[in-house]
C-alpha cells in the first residue's frame, strides 16, 4: 500500500476520512503538531473536547489504559480522539497489545500514536506502514520545501511565488517550525497578498527596526 505524506493525510481529512489509527513518526515535531490541530479541529466539536479528546504521554499512561480509553463510547459526538506521544518509549510487550488492537480496532475511536523514531522491524510499526497509516514526518528536501512553503502560505491567506520560496528557504533553511514563523509573519504583514522576494526583504528591515526601536525603548526604561 501506498505510504502517506501529511498533506496526502490532509486531503483525506478534509474529504472526511478518517481511519480508526494512524502512526505519526519522524523529526519534525512542529509538522506532527500542525497535522494534529488540524485533526483536532475537524474531529471532535470545542463544546465536548473536554470528553472526547485525551492527549497521553507514554511515560504516564499505559497501554491497557490507552485501549481502554479508545474503547469508551464518545459523548454527544460521533468519535473519540486519543493522542499518544512518545510511542517509542513503550515497551515491546505494549506493542503488542497496540498490535493485537489493530486486528479489530474501535470506529468510533481514532488513536493517533506519535514517536520521533520508530525500528522498522518492529511489527506494531510494520503493521501500521502495511495499512497506509503510518506517515512519516521528516526533513524536508528543498524541492519538497517548495510545495509546502505554497500550501502552508495558502493556508494562511496569502500566495507566495517560486523565487520568494527560494529565497526563504535559502535565508531560513529546511526547519519547518522556521519556515511556517516567516510565512505567518508576512500573512499578517501582506495579508492576501502575492509574496515576493522584496516582501522578505521588507520583512527583514521591519523586523530589524522593530529589535532597535524596542531596545532603545528597554534601555530607557533601564
Known amino acids: 500500500m501506498k505510504v502517506p505524506t501529511p498533506d496526502n493525510l490532509l486531503v483525506s481529512l478534509k474529504a472526511g476520512t478518517v481511519a480508526p489509527y494512524y502512526l505519526f513518526y519522524g523529526p519534525e515535531e512542529f509538522w506532527i503538531e500542525l497535522i494534529l490541530d488540524e485533526i483536532k479541529g475537524r474531529l471532535i466539536p470545542d463544546s465536548v473536547k473536554d470528553f472526547n479528546l485525551d492527549s497521553l504521554y507514554a511515560d504516564d499512561v499505559t497501554a491497557s489504559e490507552v485501549l481502554n480509553r ?30 493485537a488492537y489493530l ?7 481514532c488513536i493517533i500514536w506519535v514517536a520521533g523514531v520508530m525500528n522498522e522491524k518492529d511489527p506494531f510499526f510494520r503493521r501500521c506502514r502495511e495499512s497506509g497509516r503510518a506517515v512519516n ?7 519538497q520545501a517548495y510545495g509546502w512553503m505554497h500550501k502552508r502560505a495558502e493556508e494562511l491567506g496569502v500566495r507566495i511565488d517560486r523565487e520568494a520560496a527560494g529565497f526563504l528557504y535559502q535565508l531560513v533553511g529546511s526547519s519547518v517550525r522556521d519556515l ?11 495579508p492576501q497578498s502575492l509574496i515576493g522576494v522584496e516582501h522578505i526583504k521588507d520583512l527583514a528591515v521591519f523586523s530589524r527596526l522593530f529589535t532597535v526601536f524596542d531596545l532603545v525603548d528597554n534601555v530607557s526604561r533601564k
Open 103 to 109: 486486528d479489530a480496532p474501535v470506529l468510533t475511536s
Open 180 to 190: 511556517y514563523s516567516e510565512l505567518w509573519k508576512l500573512s499578517l504583514r501582506f
Open 137 to 143: 514526518f521528516k526533513k524536508l528536501t528543498e524541492g
Open 70 to 99: 479508545a474503547r469508551t463510547v464518545p459523548f454527544m459526538a460521533p468519535r473519540r480522539l486519543i493522542i499518544v506521544r512518545r510511542t517509542e518509549q513503550y515497551t515491546k510487550g505494549d506493542r503488542e497489545l497496540f498490535l
